[in-house]
Each structure stands twice: as C-alpha cells, then as structure tokens.
C-alpha cells in the first residue's frame, strides 16, 4: 500500500508578517528610542527639557553675562591713573603702580596642565599670586628677586611690566564679547534643536522620519559646534562687533542643518 502523499508545512511567514517584522525591527534600530512609544515619548519630554535649560542658558548669555564683561571692559579702558594719596589695592576705580618683587614663578605646560603663575611681594607687608594666559612675553624673563611694576585695578593686579615688556594676566578685561556672543548662539540653537526632535517624538512617537540621533542629530549638532566657534574665533580676530556672529552663526547653521537633510533624502541607505 503506497503511503499517502502529505501537503508540504508552510515554513515561511506570510509576506505581509515578514514586512511588518521589518519594519518593527528597523524602527527599533532606528537610532535613539524607537522601540515602545512610551519611551519615544519619554525621550521627548526629556529633549524638551533640555531645549529649556539651553534656552535659559542662552538668555542669561545675553542679558548678563556679555553685557556684563563689556561694561567691566569699558569701565577698565576709563580709568584714569589714582592719586598719590589714593594708592591702594583695594577696590578702587582708579589704576595704581605698584614696584613688587618676584619671589618665584611657575611657568610649565605638560599634556593638558598648563600653570603660569608668579607669585609677589611688596615689602614685608603684602605676598600674592597672579596667574597668567601663557608664558610670553614677560613670565618666561623672570626670576626670584627680580623688580616688577604691577598695575591694580578693583582690586586685583592686571598687568605686570618689567625692563619694557608688559603681560596681562587673567583679570584683566579683554575685548572679546564676541565669543561671549559665540557661547550664547550656540545655547540657542542647540535649544531649537532639542525642542524639534523632542516635539516630534512625542507628536509621533513611532516615526520620525529623519529626525533621529543617528546620523542626522549627531550631524546637525557637531555642525552647531563647528559653526559657533568658527564664526566666534573669526569676528575676534577680525575685530568686528559681537552682534555680528548671531547674524552670521544662524543663517550658516540653518544652511547646514538643510544641508544635511537633503544629503540623507538622496542618500536613505546613511539613514539609521
């Protein structure tokens, strides 16, 4: 008797489960919480919060911290020489010379520490340390017991000078508003960002299209970094006002954040 012939057990999942499993599983490689939507959420909420600390951060950049050292600027390039009969170290308004003497110096720099100090006296009354932004010109000449003319403002010693060469050490007020300014876009735009992304992961929690860390977040904010800084260290070294890195840093983050959105939609395979 011929054994009866036995229909052959279906060993693959219908095209449309194998589609949806697919699909389930690249969403979960998504990048950054595309798994439940509670996460997705969650990581939204997060984001938002912190698009309100960068927003913050942003705010206190330019309501007091950049107008802040550009009064301390001004008011330090004001001042006029004190009075004999005014000399003092205290916090005054006016600039008073001082002849100290160097008791010893700390001028190295060895992988990422970096120390420049010399420590003063005056007489037998006053011993001090003042730090500095590197050794030139003057910190690398000096030595134990040698004369130095220490100009004070509020305070604190800004300048040392000795045998013609002046250094400004650390607190003395410097122009540079303009990296303040570099500081605050940055906090701004990174806050713009972090509220994008968190919106759309709570609005759509499961799809976000290319609104993910990886790569496109990962892009656009190296991207803001790269942008900020640049234009920061440019408007230094060109000495134009602060109020124009904002104008430049915006337009040219937004051109890169564009950028990087149409590269993806021509390239998809980078997405995830």
Request: glycine residues 10%; hydrophobic residues 40%.
């Amino acid at each position: 008797m011929r054994p009866r012939a036995k229909t052959p057990q279906e060993t693959t999942a219908p095209r449309a489960a194998t589609a949806a499993r697919a699909r389930a599983t690249a969403r979960r490689a998504d990048g950054d919480g595309d798994g439940p939507p509670g996460r997705a959420r969650r990581t939204g909420v997060l984001l938002i919060l912190l698009s309100l600390a960068s927003a913050v951060a942003c705010c206190l950049v330019f309501t007091w911290w950049l107008p802040s050292d550009g009064e301390r600027y001004h008011d330090y390039r004001a001042a006029e020489p004190c009075p004999s009969s005014a000399l003092t170290m205290g916090d005054t308004d006016c600039l008073s010379t001082w002849r100290l003497t160097v008791e010893k110096t700390v001028d190295r720099t060895a992988g990422k520490e970096s120390v420049h100090d010399a420590t003063l006296t005056y007489r037998d009354s006053w011993r001090g340390t003042v730090h500095f932004n590197g050794s030139g010109p003057l910190l690398e000449r000096l030595g134990p017991g040698d004369p130095v003319t220490a100009t004070a403002w509020r305070g604190e010693i800004m300048v040392l000078a000795g045998d013609g060469v002046r250094q400004d050490t650390l607190e003395a007020p410097r122009d540079e508003l303009q990296m303040s300014a570099a500081v605050g876009v940055l906090a701004g735009l990174v806050a713009v960002q972090c509220l994008v992304f968190g919106a759309v992961r709570l609005a759509r929690p499961l799809d976000h299209g290319s609104l993910t860390w990886e790569p496109y977040g990962r892009w656009v904010l190296f991207s803001l970094f790269g942008v900020c800084f640049a234009v920061g260290f440019a408007a230094v070294w060109t000495r134009v006002p602060w109020w124009t890195v904002p104008l430049a840093a915006v337009p040219l983050a937004g051109c890169a954040a564009l950028w990087f959105r149409l590269r993806l939609r021509r390239h998809p395979r980078r997405q995830g």
